[in-house]
């Protein structure tokens, strides 16, 4: 069994480089394209599902439904997989938080979401949230989750049990791609992204 893990596509807060956590924005047109470019590289491979579970968010419940759609699958929502709550920075721009305070936000930035916006929540927090979720993974068939980056984070977290800064760094993903991982060890095994297949 195989654990397919994709990020939603682009919105247009991730395209200005806005925080988006807990709001409810919806896929752009290149978001859109992402998922449909997606959906179908994992058609050509034939790619057959026993669940596709996605977060409870437009974004990702738009990207599901088109990957979804390609599949022949019906989305299942689950409230564990929406995204890691960023508190106080939730809508503010990147380049005004550095400004305000650059070296405590770069620290926490650098963090990976060991520590938690004013307000917000940490890796571990989410972690906490989703582990009745990832002990609940059945090896009936491969599963794909549509979520976001913190909570995808803390799941890949979670599976391999490694939460430092390193390990975390390389669990980030861009909104075009898939990561494959094996459950049993849990090891990511693939990547499978729009932009480069």
Not at 28 to 34: K, L, M, P, V
Not at 35 to 44: I, M, N, W
Not at 124 to 139: I, Q, W
Request: net charge negative.
């Amino acid at each position: 069994m195989s654990l397919l893990i994709a990020r939603h596509g682009q919105t247009d807060w991730n395209l200005a480089g806005r925080w988006q956590s807990v709001s409810d924005i919806p896929l752009n047109a290149e978001g859109r394209n992402q998922a449909a470019r997606l959906a179908a590289l994992l058609k050509a491979r034939g790619c057959a599902l026993h669940r596709l579970v996605a977060s409870p968010l437009l974004r990702a419940q738009e990207t599901a439904r088109v990957l979804g759609e390609a599949l022949g699958c019906t989305v299942e929502t689950d409230s564990a997989l929406i995204e890691l709550d960023l508190g106080q920075f939730e809508g503010r721009l990147e380049s005004e938080l550095r400004t305000e305070d650059p070296a405590g936000y770069d620290a926490w930035r650098e963090s990976c979401y060991l520590r938690a916006a004013p307000g917000g929540e940490t890796i571990h927090d989410v972690a906490s949230r989703v582990a009745d979720f990832v002990t609940g993974l059945d090896s009936d068939g491969d599963t794909l989750i549509v979520g976001h980056q913190g909570v995808n984070m803390a799941i890949k977290a979670k599976l391999s049990d490694c939460f430092s800064p390193g390990c975390l760094a390389s669990y980030r993903q861009s909104n075009d791609e898939i990561e494959v991982w094996q459950l049993d060890p849990a090891k990511r095994v693939g990547q499978i992204k729009a932009d480069n297949d």
